[in-house]
């Protein structure tokens, strides 16, 4: 036995040497090395994620789109910058502001409130001026603004205006006589209108205008020797209202008003310069 012993330890030591393993012994290696091959992966897979931990950016957002991941603007938006109040709102709180001196200083009377109000009231008068002379200086700059261009307003001018006025009427009324005669509708009971009729007959005869003088009323004027009485004309022209004058076309077989009610003689020349104009004016 105790060689068999010895044999099998010489054996087993020439065995190593020469590279031969017993069969228990390579059992034993191949079992270790099966649990290396499992656990190796796993080895790699656990330190994988610590490399990568390491190499990392700070980030850890995902990465994705390009616009996902952009950096976002932290800047504070700036507060908008208070909205300028317009003249007119301007002028408003100024008003107020004067109003309110005003009856502080009435209802709470005192030198210091008077003085308040008084500053405010300075300011407006500063102001009028202000405007006074910076028209007078647009009047230069801008001349065809100027009325005084058009129409004088000096009193020196008053006459010659004047003249030239009516001359303006007086070629009005022979335009328009030259094609039109004039229906005064009146009414014979009412003094006011046998007043104006006197007045448009003598206006008639002065400017050599046809007039055909009509009552309304069944009344005659004795003032208007050619009156007539109405025979359907006040109807069928519409007319409402008296006394009443018309422009009467006999060629054409039309008509216009004129005036209607009392009026004076300047004032109806000036009429039939509007009419003739078409009321343009001169303004």
Same mark, same amino acid.
Request: proline share 11%; charged share 20%; glycine share 4%.
């Given at each position: 036995m105790s060689l068999r012993a010895g044999n099998m330890q010489q054996i087993s030591g020439w065995a190593l040497r020469c590279g031969i393993r017993s069969p228990h012994r390579a059992s034993q290696q191949a079992s270790v090395a099966r649990q290396w091959g499992w656990m190796l992966p796993a080895m790699l897979m656990l330190a994988m994620p610590v490399s990568?931990?390491?190499?990392?950016?700070e980030r850890n957002e995902p990465q994705g789109w390009q +616009?996902?991941? =952009?950096?976002?603007? !932290?800047? =504070?938006?700036?507060?908008?910058?208070? %909205?300028?109040? *317009?003249? *007119?709102?301007?002028k408003k709180a100024y008003q107020q502001a004067t109003q309110e001196a005003l009856d502080n200083a009435i209802l709470n009377s005192s030198p210091d409130n008077f003085a308040r109000f008084m &500053? +405010?009231? !300075?300011? +407006?008068t500063e102001r009028a001026g202000k405007f006074s002379q910076s028209a007078k200086s647009a009047m230069l %700059? @801008?001349?065809? $603004?100027?009325? !005084?261009? %058009? @129409? *004088?307003?000096?009193n020196g001018t008053v006459k010659e205006q004047l003249s030239m006025d009516k001359q303006k009427e007086q070629a009005a009324i022979a335009k328009l006589a030259s094609q039109y005669g004039i229906f #005064? #509708?009146? &009414?014979?009971?009412?003094? $006011?209108? !046998?007043?104006?009729?006197s007045i448009i007959a003598n206006f008639a005869k002065d400017n050599n205008i046809s007039i055909i003088p009509v009552s309304v009323d069944g009344v005659l004027n004795p003032a208007l020797p050619t009156s007539r009485l109405d025979s359907g004309q006040r109807q069928r022209m519409g007319i409402k209202f008296f006394p009443a004058i018309f422009l009467v076309d006999p060629k054409q077989h039309t008509y216009r008003p004129l005036a209607y009610g009392f009026i004076t003689p300047d004032d109806l020349s000036r009429q039939f310069l509007n009419v003739a104009t078409g009321f343009k004016g001169e303004f």
């Open positions: 990568a931990a390491i190499s990392a950016p +616009w996902y991941n =952009e950096p976002q603007d !932290n800047t =504070e938006p700036q507060a908008p910058a208070p %909205k300028q109040k *317009s003249a *007119s709102e301007l &500053r +405010w009231q !300075n300011f +407006w %700059k @801008y001349p065809e $603004l100027d009325y !005084n261009l %058009k @129409y *004088s307003h000096y #005064f #509708f009146y &009414r014979g009971q009412m003094p $006011l209108d !046998n007043l104006a009729g």
